[in-house]
């Protein structure tokens, strides 16, 4: 069982920058694919990024050279740098854990809320 405590949502204005983290529990952490997804309201949840265990990052075209995702594997703990944010980008970010060999493992985090707006 792994369990995922997202952190750093908030309000900020268009152009601003947020830094959300990820702590997860136990020590597995190595063996997880880690991801950031978001739902706005009235929408489906989408991914943001991801990373794998070797540091391979994957973006959605939407935030491509505005958002940068990191891990530190010591620490337990993923990070999304959100810059030059955008209003469309208010949503609830919710932290994920994909095992990375047996993929139907999967866990989620309570979701914390980024608002963008003047």
């Known amino acids: 069982q792994v369990q995922l405590v997202e952190s750093g949502g908030g309000l900020v204005q268009p152009g601003g920058s947020l830094r959300l983290s990820c702590a997860a529990s136990?020590?597995?952490?190595?063996?997880?694919?880690m991801g950031w997804y978001r739902q706005a309201p009235g929408k489906q949840r989408e991914l943001v990024a991801s990373i794998t265990s070797g540091g391979d990052t994957n973006y959605a075209d939407s935030v491509k050279g505005r958002f940068t995702i990191s891990r530190d594997n010591a620490k337990n703990t993923v990070y999304l740098q959100m810059n030059n944010l955008k209003p469309d980008d208010t949503a609830v970010y919710y932290c994920?854990?994909?095992?990375?060999?047996?993929?139907?493992?999967?866990?989620w985090g309570q979701g914390t809320q980024v608002t963008v707006s003047s």
């Open positions: 136990g020590s597995t952490f190595r063996l997880y694919t």
């Open positions: 994920n854990a994909r095992h990375t060999l047996i993929r139907s493992i999967t866990y």
